[in-house]
């Protein structure tokens, strides 16, 4: 039995799994924050360069504000980003100043803690990242073994990835990515010895998805077999598509003799703040799932499976979903067994779709799947197979792409924008349309305060507006609140 920590990732990983990303703003954030200072987690997942485009996006606010916002709300916590290769917002490969100067700016900001993470295992970009993020001054780098169950994908797959990284000065810990929520117990039982074993005393985290329901089992197997992080959500933003309830795994923790050092009165706190709001912004509730087999095989998350159902219902073509399913499978073999997070799910999908609707297979392929087979996605973890690749590769369209222009550089970029921006809102301009910027730009600092308990008499105070009520009277024993609209 040991100690094990914890990292709350319902701000992001919570919030994007469960909320489309778009629940959380900067005064929902800063709201809480102060007690989740106090609860005792190891560090937040705190933002992604996804979720730093939702708040622009979204919610016109500027994510480096709310970076610096929440580091002075927070300062003993760690908080928290996440990369995904060499890129910044866009699905577009950034030069390597460009993204230099993303991590620099992340660390003056105040991020200290970074995950590294490719989803091909393109050791290079994940190794270069790491390279960047520590000469920023990145205080604790995570590099990232993600999970998925394929012909290729073994324990000796992950074992040897981690016994390269843990050998790089640049990489403090590693942590098993599930984010498909596919680790069984019986799998974690041999995965981390087989890792533990070519790390030596390196520590180890996992991080898996509820996404039917193995993740409770898993945490339980993981901490006794050493792995010393945890990383679990609160309240509605946990269980569902999202990661572990962590009042649930610290006591369950607990019952099996581990220490876990977090204050549980703020622990619980926490998790009522975001059940509040969600009752107040008629936001998801996370809830546990049930054991689905079949998704073992296609690892397609609900909101994939959603939209492929929607698709095929405007085609008339409903009765055809069990045979895409499985063309899905054969699709992904064909590829090369990418992992199925974001774009893969979404390209694999799409192109056992095409497949489907075609008497003829890959006859029709999108720019991302050959920018996928030229290896613009890193290399997959095995060989593409060699007829589909000379099917996909072998159009007019593979050799345009073949052609077009590598990143620009830094120096290039900057000069598209007027000089003087600051070189937090030259990289927001540089990867999101200008209209979105100037949208954020103009509406200036972001509001810092939030209380859901006021959520509801806003709501219909804003409806009594839209229908033009006159008099409203609010009464209760020892309290009656009358308000007049004067009608000139």
């Keep these: 039995m040991a100690a094990v920590e914890l990292i709350d990732v319902s701000i992001r990983d919570g919030n994007q799994s469960l909320w489309g990303a778009v629940g959380l703003d900067t005064a929902r954030i800063l709201s809480i924050a102060p007690v989740l200072d106090r609860v005792g987690f190891r560090a937040l997942d705190y933002t992604s360069s996804t979720h730093m485009g939702v708040a622009v996006r979204h919610h016109a606010e500027d994510p480096w504000e709310r970076i610096r916002l929440t580091r002075d709300a927070m300062p003993n916590t760690p908080l928290q980003f996440i990369g995904t290769g060499l890129r910044f917002i866009s699905w577009e490969l950034a030069s390597p100043e460009f993204m230099q100067l993303v991590y620099d700016r992340l660390v003056a900001n105040g991020i200290s803690r970074f995950v590294v993470l490719e989803p091909m295992h393109d050791m290079h970009a994940l190794l270069e990242s790491a390279r960047m993020i520590r000469r920023a001054g990145g205080t604790e780098i995570i590099a990232a073994l993600t999970f998925t169950l394929s012909a290729v994908h073994d324990d000796e797959f992950y074992a040897a990835l981690a016994e390269r990284l843990s050998k790089s000065p640049n990489i403090d810990r590693l942590y098993i990515k599930d984010p498909s929520g596919l680790l069984t117990s019986e799998r974690a039982r041999v995965l981390i010895p087989a890792i533990r074993a070519r790390i030596g005393s390196m520590a180890l985290e996992l991080h898996s998805h509820c996404t039917i329901g193995l993740s409770a089992q898993s945490y339980m197997v993981a901490a006794e077999l050493g792995v010393s992080v945890l990383q679990t959500a609160l309240g509605p933003l946990a269980n569902g598509g999202s990661l572990p309830d962590a009042e649930r795994v610290v006591a369950n923790l607990r019952e099996l003799g581990h220490t876990v050092d977090v204050d549980d009165r703020l622990l619980a706190a926490s998790a009522r703040y975001f059940a509040l709001m969600a009752r107040a912004e008629s936001l998801p509730f996370g809830v546990p799932q049930d054991f689905d087999a079949a998704y073992l095989r296609h690892q397609l998350a609900g909101g994939v499976l959603t939209t492929t159902r929607r698709q095929l219902a405007e085609l008339g073509l409903e009765h055809r979903f069990a045979d895409v399913l499985r063309e899905v499978v054969r699709v992904r073999a064909e590829l090369g067994y990418p992992i199925m997070v974001t774009p893969f799910p979404q390209m694999v999908c799409s192109q056992a779709l095409f497949n489907i609707l075609s008497s003829d297979r890959y006859a029709n392929v999108s720019d991302q ?120």
Excluded: C, W
């Design 369 to 488: 799947i050959i920018r996928y087979a030229l290896g613009k996605f890193g290399r997959p973890s095995a060989p593409i197979d060699a007829a589909v690749l000379k099917r996909i590769l072998d159009r007019g369209r593979a050799d345009e792409i073949r052609r077009e222009p590598g990143p620009p550089d830094l120096d290039e970029q900057r000069r598209q924008f007027k000089p003087g921006i600051s070189d937090e809102e030259f990289m927001l301009r540089a990867t999101m349309p200008a209209q979105l910027v100037d949208a954020m730009v103009a509406r200036g600092p972001a509001v810092r305060r939030y209380n859901p308990a006021t959520r509801p008499i806003l709501k219909l105070l804003s409806a009594l507006r839209e229908q033009e009520v006159k008099d409203l009277v609010v009464e209760k024993p020892g309290f009656r609140l009358a308000l007049h609209r004067q009608v000139s």
